[in-house]
């Protein structure tokens, strides 16, 4: 089993639709951090969270510690939110190595 | 800044040939890591550095070397190129926890 796991995969959406992805993990983390990588291939950082919740123009990431789980949330989602949705969580350790999952591929359609 | 850079962008080898995959960084990031990518598959590590003159390895290592001579430079190695290596690379490097990729390196080797 993974020790971070996504759902789902795959997603396909309207435009304007609110949209979730998951994220749940089984190891102690320091941090968890929501990345995009868009088909071209480049990876961005969209939030780095270690309690609560944070917002970013339409991008809400929120994390439930106790739980081990953090949920993305896209509100009116556009097509230009289609991309690859990356969880990663960093290890309570001294060298900020993350450990990834598998992504969720999100195809928004007009 | 340029940020993460990565040179080359693309790569054909035949097996049994070697190549040094470039990253630089323009940050003054301490901490620096390689990364592959391959379909389906979340990105594992393949070796990362605290700092200049200090690597280790990750999870994937084998088949690659690593050098950290100056802060901002960490070429990765690939000697005697095998099928198994055709994958995407990506470098990467943090500050405050905050992770900046380069753009990737697809290498095939056939």
């Known amino acids: 089993k993974n020790e971070v796991e996504q759902s789902p995969q795959n997603l396909t959406a309207q435009e304007g639709e609110f949209i979730t992805i998951n994220c749940s993990y089984s190891?102690?983390?320091?941090?968890l951090h929501w990345l995009q990588q868009h088909p071209g291939g480049g990876i961005v950082s969209l939030f780095m969270?270690?309690?609560g919740k944070k917002k970013h123009g339409r991008l809400i990431a929120t994390i439930n510690i106790q739980e081990k789980h953090s949920s993305l949330h896209i509100t009116a989602s556009h097509p230009r939110d289609s991309a690859v949705y990356i969880c990663?969580?960093?290890?309570?350790?001294?060298?900020?190595?993350?450990?990834f999952g598998t992504g969720t591929r999100l195809q928004v359609f007009p | 800044n340029a940020g993460v850079t990565q040179t080359p962008k693309f790569r054909i080898l035949k097996i049994g040939q070697s190549m040094t995959l470039q990253c630089t960084q323009d940050m003054n990031h301490n901490y620096m890591y390689w990364y592959r990518q391959d379909p389906g598959m979340g990105l594992k590590l393949i070796y990362y550095s605290v700092g200049a003159g200090i690597t280790d390895k990750g999870e994937v290592p084998n088949g690659y070397n690593v050098s950290r001579s100056t802060t901002e430079d960490f070429p990765l190695r690939l000697e005697l190129a095998a099928p198994s290596q055709t994958s995407v690379y990506f470098c990467?490097?943090?500050?405050?926890?905050?992770?900046?990729f380069g753009p990737g390196t697809r290498l095939t080797v056939t």
């Open positions: 190891v102690g983390i320091s941090a």
């Open positions: 969270l270690s309690s």
């Open positions: 990467a490097s943090t500050q405050f926890y905050e992770q900046y």
């Open positions: 990663a969580v960093r290890q309570r350790d001294n060298t900020d190595k993350l450990i």
